[in-house]
């Protein structure tokens, strides 16, 4: 078992910066990934990064490449989130998740993750 807590959701201004941050507990992460995914009202919760905990391969949403990075740190066990250039669109309750590593052509999928946080409020006003 794992559990996740989100840290660093806010309210920013479009053009702004925020850090999410994601600590698990509980059982070891080797061979596991961890990722982001993010839910508008309304909409489907959608795939933002993801990155392995061996080796640091890192995948991204079209939407948020080049403006986003994921990272972690392997001695805390935490997960960062560093978001650049926020768009209104951007905004969202995202959350932090993960699991085994998903097989890459599934590693979009919110269903190949075990593990989820509650979730923490990204608001970009415009």
């Known amino acids: 078992q794992v559990q996740l807590v989100e840290s660093g959701g806010g309210l920013v201004q479009a053009g702004g910066s925020l850090r999410l941050s994601c600590t698990a507990s509980g059982s070891t992460l080797t061979n596991y990934a961890m990722g982001w995914f993010r839910q508008a009202p309304g909409k489907e919760r959608e795939f933002v990064a993801m990155?392995?905990?061996?080796?640091?391969?890192?995948a991204y949403a079209d939407s948020v490449k080049g403006r986003f990075t994921i990272s972690r740190d392997t001695a805390k066990k935490t997960s960062y989130l560093d978001m650049a250039s926020l768009k209104p669109e951007d905004t969202a309750v995202y959350y932090c998740t993960s699991g085994p590593r998903p097989i890459t052509s599934n590693q979009r999928n919110p269903g190949a993750y075990a593990y989820w946080g509650q979730g923490t409020q990204v608001t970009v006003s415009s």
């Open positions: 990155i392995r905990w061996n080796g640091g391969i890192t």
